[in-house]
């Protein structure tokens, strides 16, 4: 399992978001798509996702697997329902064998037990997040993307949610984007740079030495 993108590029009107975009992801790999606000990260996930179209290029090419859980970072849930409410509503939307016992699974994994019976308009956005992680990971998919996954968690909730992110990330392909360079450290097992719409840097975080200084010389 695997994806592959190789010189895709995105423009709107005369505003190149990206450039020449090549990238190949592994099973097993929690990649960090790592870049200030603008960069190109949100862009780059939602033509992996199907959600946009590249523009057209002679020597363009995507690969992708079929199945994908998405976490976008504006979650559109429905504040009015109830968390198991809305995750079973969710469940049976995506077709899923043994729902209620999927559901229970999720709420347990991302942290949603003491929550589960709340209107999800009275959760805080930490706990909304997870709602959302819920729903990605729902139908099992091959490919998590999750873009900024850890906005609005306080220090205790980024203690409990990063290790899930990393156990995730053992059996399927994950990616997430942010812009906050801890998050890559904690998380992650290779960073890719992006910059105005250009990769900067494609590394491994085990032969990254300074990875603050690797980040200031892609985006300065």
Known sequence: ?????????????????????????????????????????????????????????????ISVPE????????NPLYPEMYVREYLLFIARIARVDNGEERVEDLIHRVGLASEANKRIGQLSKGYKQRVGLAQALMSDPDVLILDEPTTGFDPNQLEEIRPLIRELGRDRLVILSTHILQEVKQMCD??????????????????????EQLFHQCTN
């Open 67 to 74: 199945y994908m859980g998405y976490l976008p970072e504006q």
């Open 190 to 211: 290779r960073v890719v740079i992006l910059d105005h719409g250009v990769i900067r840097a494609d590394e491994p975080m085990a032969q990254i030495a300074d990875l």
């Open 1 to 61: 399992m695997s994806i592959r993108i190789a010189h895709i590029s995105k423009t709107f009107g005369h505003q190149v978001v990206l450039k020449d975009v090549s990238l190949s992801i592994h099973k097993g790999e929690v990649v960090g798509l790592l870049g200030p606000n603008g960069a190109g990260k949100s862009t780059l996930m939602k033509i992996i996702l199907g959600l946009w179209k590249p523009d057209p290029c002679a020597d363009m090419e």
